[in-house]
């Protein structure tokens, strides 16, 4: 029975890997390396990604920053009393009459062809 169990100094000496049972022993140490490999290779695509995520919502609380900002500047521009300034330094001014509506009035009878040519 006491040859089923490994002792520390065994471990130690490194016996475990040169015994004539070592077979086992190398298979579940490349298995447990392997699942160390994965297991880093995950954890560094999860960061590659949080990382990612963090710049792009910067850029886009930024963006968004920059649309407010072009926005109110349109809106600015757009008044009347900035457009009536910036004309007035080009010698224009704004009308002092207001502008009247023109209605033209149509005939709703329609006439034929033959009608207007004789007309």
């Given at each position: 029975?006491?040859?089923?169990?490994?002792?520390?100094?065994?471990?130690?000496?490194?016996?475990?890997?040169?015994?004539?049972d070592?077979?086992?022993?190398w298979a579940i140490?490349?298995?447990?390396?392997?699942?160390?490999?994965?297991?880093?290779?995950n954890?560094?695509?999860?960061?590659?990604?949080?990382?990612?995520?963090?710049?792009?919502?910067?850029?886009?609380k930024?963006?968004?920053?920059?649309?407010?900002?072009?926005?109110?500047?349109?809106?600015?521009?757009?008044?009347?009393?900035?457009?009536?300034?910036k004309?007035?330094?080009?010698?224009?001014?704004p009308?002092?009459?207001?502008?009247?509506?023109?209605k033209?009035?149509?005939?709703?009878?329609?006439?034929?062809?033959?009608?207007r040519?004789?007309?």
């Amino acid at each position: 029975m006491r040859k089923n169990l490994v002792s520390p100094m065994d471990v130690i000496k490194a016996k475990i890997l040169v015994h004539e049972d070592s077979a086992k022993n190398w298979a579940i140490i490349i298995y447990v390396i392997c699942l160390c490999l994965i297991l880093i290779w995950n954890t560094q695509a999860y960061e590659t990604k949080v990382f990612k995520v963090t710049a792009l919502t910067h850029e886009v609380k930024m963006l968004r920053a920059e649309f407010v900002d072009t926005r109110s500047e349109l809106m600015e521009l757009k008044m009347e009393s900035t457009i009536t300034k910036k004309l007035e330094d080009e010698g224009i001014y704004p009308s002092e009459t207001p502008p009247t509506k023109i209605k033209v009035n149509l005939e709703s009878k329609k006439e034929s062809f033959w009608s207007r040519l004789w007309h």
